[in-house]
Nanobody, 125 residues
Framework: QVQLVESGGGLVQAGGSLRLSCAAS????????MGWFRQAPGKEREFVAA????????YYADSVKGRFTISRDNTKKMVYLQTNSLKPEDTAVYVC??????????????????WGQGTQVTVSS
Protein backbone atom coordinates (compact mmCIF):
# COMPACT_ATOMS: atom_id res chain seq x y z
CA GLN A 1 0.00 0.00 0.00
CA VAL A 2 1.28 3.45 -0.93
CA GLN A 3 -0.26 6.74 0.11
CA LEU A 4 0.61 9.88 -1.81
CA VAL A 5 0.23 13.51 -0.75
CA GLU A 6 1.01 16.38 -3.10
CA SER A 7 1.96 19.94 -2.21
CA GLY A 8 3.47 23.02 -3.76
CA GLY A 9 0.71 24.19 -6.04
CA GLY A 10 -0.48 27.77 -6.19
CA LEU A 11 -1.14 30.84 -8.30
CA VAL A 12 1.70 32.07 -10.49
CA GLN A 13 2.06 34.46 -13.40
CA ALA A 14 2.90 33.20 -16.87
CA GLY A 15 6.62 32.59 -17.14
CA GLY A 16 6.91 31.73 -13.48
CA SER A 17 7.89 28.52 -11.73
CA LEU A 18 6.56 26.17 -9.10
CA ARG A 19 8.06 23.07 -7.50
CA LEU A 20 5.50 20.39 -6.82
CA SER A 21 6.23 17.72 -4.25
CA CYS A 22 4.73 14.31 -3.65
CA ALA A 23 5.32 12.58 -0.32
CA ALA A 24 4.90 8.81 -0.28
CA SER A 25 4.36 6.35 2.50
CA UNK A 26 5.29 2.67 2.41
CA UNK A 27 8.48 0.70 2.85
CA UNK A 28 9.14 -0.18 -0.79
CA UNK A 29 9.00 3.25 -2.41
CA UNK A 30 12.01 2.61 -4.64
CA UNK A 31 10.21 -0.35 -6.22
CA UNK A 32 7.55 1.94 -7.68
CA UNK A 33 7.73 3.96 -10.81
CA MET A 34 6.20 7.39 -10.27
CA GLY A 35 4.29 9.71 -12.53
CA TRP A 36 2.66 13.10 -12.63
CA PHE A 37 -0.65 13.67 -14.40
CA ARG A 38 -2.80 16.75 -14.67
CA GLN A 39 -6.44 17.55 -15.29
CA ALA A 40 -7.70 20.90 -16.45
CA PRO A 41 -11.34 21.96 -16.06
CA GLY A 42 -13.52 20.26 -18.65
CA LYS A 43 -10.66 18.13 -19.95
CA GLU A 44 -9.51 14.58 -19.47
CA ARG A 45 -6.58 13.78 -17.24
CA GLU A 46 -3.32 13.74 -19.16
CA PHE A 47 0.17 12.40 -18.62
CA VAL A 48 2.87 14.92 -17.71
CA ALA A 49 6.01 13.05 -16.65
CA ALA A 50 7.24 9.75 -15.25
CA UNK A 51 10.35 8.37 -13.60
CA UNK A 52 11.44 4.80 -12.90
CA UNK A 53 12.12 3.46 -9.42
CA UNK A 54 15.86 4.06 -9.61
CA UNK A 55 15.44 7.40 -11.35
CA UNK A 56 17.41 6.06 -14.28
CA UNK A 57 14.73 6.60 -16.91
CA UNK A 58 12.56 9.68 -17.30
CA TYR A 59 9.70 10.45 -19.67
CA TYR A 60 7.85 13.65 -20.53
CA ALA A 61 4.81 14.67 -22.47
CA ASP A 62 5.75 16.74 -25.50
CA SER A 63 3.80 19.70 -24.12
CA VAL A 64 6.11 20.05 -21.10
CA LYS A 65 9.42 18.79 -22.46
CA GLY A 66 12.17 21.32 -21.83
CA ARG A 67 10.11 23.19 -19.22
CA PHE A 68 9.32 20.59 -16.54
CA THR A 69 11.72 18.31 -14.68
CA ILE A 70 10.73 15.24 -12.69
CA SER A 71 13.02 13.87 -9.98
CA ARG A 72 12.86 11.65 -6.93
CA ASP A 73 14.65 11.14 -3.65
CA ASN A 74 14.17 7.56 -2.50
CA THR A 75 15.75 8.20 0.90
CA LYS A 76 13.06 10.77 1.62
CA LYS A 77 10.31 8.95 -0.31
CA MET A 78 9.66 12.07 -2.35
CA VAL A 79 8.93 12.85 -5.97
CA TYR A 80 9.24 16.35 -7.38
CA LEU A 81 8.04 18.17 -10.46
CA GLN A 82 9.89 21.39 -11.17
CA THR A 83 7.72 23.47 -13.48
CA ASN A 84 9.36 26.40 -15.30
CA SER A 85 8.20 28.83 -17.96
CA LEU A 86 4.61 28.18 -16.97
CA LYS A 87 1.84 28.99 -19.41
CA PRO A 88 -1.88 29.60 -18.78
CA GLU A 89 -2.57 26.27 -20.49
CA ASP A 90 -0.62 24.53 -17.73
CA THR A 91 -3.43 25.41 -15.32
CA ALA A 92 -4.73 22.15 -13.86
CA VAL A 93 -4.87 19.92 -10.83
CA TYR A 94 -1.58 18.03 -10.74
CA VAL A 95 -1.66 14.52 -9.32
CA CYS A 96 1.14 12.11 -8.58
CA UNK A 97 0.71 8.38 -8.99
CA UNK A 98 2.63 5.16 -8.38
CA UNK A 99 2.85 2.05 -10.54
CA UNK A 100 4.83 -1.20 -10.54
CA UNK A 101 8.31 -0.31 -11.75
CA UNK A 102 8.34 -1.10 -15.45
CA UNK A 103 9.10 0.94 -18.55
CA UNK A 104 5.90 -0.21 -20.24
CA UNK A 105 2.95 2.13 -20.30
CA UNK A 106 4.52 4.90 -18.24
CA UNK A 107 2.07 7.39 -19.75
CA UNK A 108 -1.04 5.23 -19.31
CA UNK A 109 -3.34 5.95 -16.37
CA UNK A 110 -4.48 2.36 -15.95
CA UNK A 111 -0.89 1.28 -15.29
CA UNK A 112 -0.86 3.31 -12.08
CA UNK A 113 -2.08 1.67 -8.92
CA UNK A 114 -2.01 4.48 -6.36
CA TRP A 115 -3.04 8.11 -6.72
CA GLY A 116 -2.80 11.24 -4.63
CA GLN A 117 -5.51 13.87 -4.22
CA GLY A 118 -3.77 16.50 -6.29
CA THR A 119 -2.55 20.07 -5.96
CA GLN A 120 -3.95 23.02 -7.93
CA VAL A 121 -1.69 25.00 -10.24
CA THR A 122 -3.13 28.19 -11.68
CA VAL A 123 -1.17 30.25 -14.19
CA SER A 124 -2.41 33.74 -14.91
CA SER A 125 -1.70 35.55 -18.17
Amino acid sequence: QVQLVESGGGLVQAGGSLRLSCAASGRTFSSYGMGWFRQAPGKEREFVAAITGSGGSIYYADSVKGRFTISRDNTKKMVYLQTNSLKPEDTAVYVCAARPDTIVGVNIESEYRYWGQGTQVTVSS
